[in-house]
Every structure is written in structure tokens, then in C-alpha cells.
């Protein structure tokens, strides 16, 4: 993002930080969201896989879309996929995107 002189470049990073459990934290948004997809889908091992997203600044379509191919990887993979945490922003475009229910359920 460009503004003031200024220009900011936004991070994701995602990391194990226990087996089965997931942090995700900084910006997912549309600069990031590619590069989320990927470095999420490196961490999928099997069985049941939780994601804290409470450390996720930012929330648009593109978080939600993130948070739904990372969801089919895992289903397809036989993995049963949790999200904690989920930011506010996100769980609204769900919602008027009638997909709420695809981010509360494993």
C-alpha cells in the first residue's frame, strides 16, 4: 500500500506451533492471500488440524476464500479442519455469502 511518501507491504506468516494445531497471524488480504493459500497447504499433515486465526489483522473476500480452499485441501486430504478465532470481518462476508456455516464446522 502506497500512501504519505510511504510504501507498506503486507505479511502473512502461518506456523505449527503444536502437532494439530495452527497460528495464523498478521494481514490475509488480497496482496497476501496467494502466498497464504500455499504456506498453509505445506502445513496440512493429517488427521485433525485446528487454525487460530485471532492474530489475522485484516479480513476481506479474499481471506474467505483462503479459509475455503485451505478447507477442501484438508477434506480431500481426509483431514478434519477447525478454525478458532475466526476475525469478525471475515465471519460477516461468510455470512451474507451464505458460507458461515463452512468456517464452524470441522
Known sequence: ??????????????????PGWLVAR???SFETAA???RAGLQLFDGGECSIDLAG???G?????????????????RGIALRYEHVPAQITAIARISDVDDLLTTA
Open 35 to 37: 502466498d497464504a493459500l
Open 1 to 18: 500500500r502506497r500512501g504519505q511518501g510511504a510504501l507498506t507491504v503486507a505479511t502473512f506468516a502461518i506456523e505449527r506451533s503444536a
Open 56 to 58: 489475522v489483522s485484516h
Open 26 to 28: 498478521g494481514e490475509l
Open 60 to 76: 476481506d473476500s479474499a481471506d474467505l476464500a483462503v479459509l475455503i480452499e485451505w478447507l477442501a485441501h484438508a477434506r480431500q
